[in-house]
């Protein structure tokens, strides 16, 4: 009437014998070598003479809590580490420029450079043009 296998419904899982030494054992070698994974203990394990599973040592180690978090890649740093940034302290002391770019109604593109100073955060220069060579940004920044 529900929809749901009648062998799923009555499943029922059987503990083996051997699982709570085998708990106790896998516990022992996590705490002696804190380093080692489930894939380790899993080596150790079967070298003991445990007849194990891979699947059933990996469910009983996060069972157990024992998982361990990964760690994450670090960003390397990339480009020239001589310069440090220098913050502005006066007006026309450090400027910035970043381009921009946007669509057209009809689809065409549009490129923009502005140029900001970093002081006073006033837009000192927008060159706006469906492409910026450049020799054309080397202009607008002289």
Known sequence: MTGVART?????????????ALRKRIRQLAKKHTRYGFRRILAMLRREGWRVNKKRVHRLWKQEGLQRKRKRKRKRACGPTEGLPVRAEYPNHVWTYDFIEDRTER????????????????CLHIRVERSIGAAKVIASLE
């Open 8 to 20: 799923t419904a009555r499943y029922q899982r059987r503990i083996r014998s051997d699982e709570p």
């Open 107 to 122: 689809g065409g593109k549009l490129r923009m450079l502005c140029v900001l100073d970093e002081f006073t955060r006033e």
